[in-house]
C-alpha cells in the first residue's frame, strides 16, 4: 500500500487502513506544518481520535526528543495515546499516535516491536513523498524563474521598438526644422503620438502583470466567446497597437 501511494494524504491513509486494521486501535498521522516546526498539523486521524492541548504537548514533545511519549511509556503515561515519531536519516518528519478503542487494553512487547516496524517502513514512505514535493517545488521554480527571463527579454524587445519609432520621428522633426512640408511634420507627429500610446499600454500591462502577481488584484473570471476574443485582438493589431 505504501509503494503504490504517491503523495502525503495516500501515505498517511495507509498508514492509517493498515495500523488500525492489525492492532485494533484508533489512529493518527501527524506531520509538522514545515520542517522542524512543532505546530503540526492532523493530517489523518481515526474518526474518535481526539486531540486536546495536553495531548499536543505530549506530541511536541516526542517530536523535539525523538523518542516515544504517551501512553505505556514513561513520559506522560497519563496520555490518552501513544505518539511514535517517525524517524529516518534526515530526522523526524512526523508523529504516529495510537489509542486503543478499550482503555484498559495495552500494546504487548510484540506488538510495540510490530509497531516500531511499521513506523520505520511509514516513515521512509513519508520521507520520500516529501523529497519528491521538494522536487517539484525545485522545478516549478526553475521554470518560473526561465519563464521570466523570457518574458523579460519579450518584454525589452516590445519597449524597445515603439521607443525607437518615438526616436527617428522626434529625430526626423528637429534635423528638418523648416524643411519639412506640413503633411510630413503631421505623419511624424502622429506617429510620435500613436507610438507613444502603443509604449503607454505595454508599461499598463506590466504594471497589471506585477500587480496580479502580487496578489493586489483579484481576478473574476468568466467565460467569453473565442469569436469575440479574437475579433477585440484583430481590431488592435489593424489599429497600430498591442494589448
Known sequence: ????AGSLDAIAHAIIDNVAEIFGREVAVLLPKAPGDHDFAVTVHSP???LSESERAVIRWAYS???PAGRGTET???ASARYSPLKTARGTVG???VKPLDPAAHLTPDQRRLLEAFG???ALALERAQLAEDAERARLQV???RMRSSLLSSVSHDLRTPLAGITGAASSLLAGDQALDRGTRRELTQSIYDEANRLNVLVRNLLDMTRLESGAIHVNKAWQSLEDVIGAALTRIRSGRRS
Open 76 to 78: 506522560f503515561p497519563a
Open 1 to 4: 500500500d505504501l509503494a503504490a
Open 143 to 145: 521554470e518560473t524563474e
Open 48 to 50: 474518535g481520535f481526539d
Open 65 to 67: 526528543n525523538g523518542q
Open 120 to 122: 520505520g517502513l511509514a
Open 95 to 97: 508523529i504516529l499516535g
